[in-house]
């Protein structure tokens, strides 16, 4: 499976869009948005597509969207995602949370995702695999990543 990783748009739901069409060219199949959404337009770029996300630290989601959400067929995060994909254990967080630096210590995860640093990252500590796919706004630069869950390659592409 190749996984779209995308973070941080607040709320730039063009950027989005663009982001998606080069990850589709590339055969993203499912797509991960590392939290700092910034409203409901973003999300709706999204859907009928097989994706998670997770809130970041400047999302403020009223509790009213929830149906509006779900009716768009994604699931409602209420915090840090643990998903399991082609056997693979992934974390994903905005990357403010408490709980990320203990998931980052517990190194216990075959892939840790996060955004909020709004810098591309890729590292290892131990088994596990970090990564940031970059920013969608407020950077010189917006990119976003593609990771084969089968290959373990990951390609970080500019979003122009």
Known sequence: ??????????????????????LDARGAEAFILCGDIGGLNVLEELVGRRC???????DCPDPTWRAQVESM????????LELRLEGKRIG????????????????DRDYLLFGHTHRRHDSRSGGMRIINPGALHRVRVPTVA?????????EFIEVV
């Open 73 to 80: 067929g994604l699931p409602w995060p209420n915090g840090p």
């Open 92 to 107: 994903v967080f905005h990357g403010n949370e408490k709980e990320f630096v203990k998931a980052y210590e517990r190194a």
């Open 1 to 22: 499976m190749r996984l779209g990783i995308l973070s941080d748009p607040h709320g730039n739901a063009a950027m989005v869009h663009r982001a998606l069409v080069l």
């Open 146 to 154: 593609l990771l084969d869950l089968r290959t373990d390659d990951l």
């Open 52 to 58: 998670w996300f997770v809130w970041g630290n400047t």
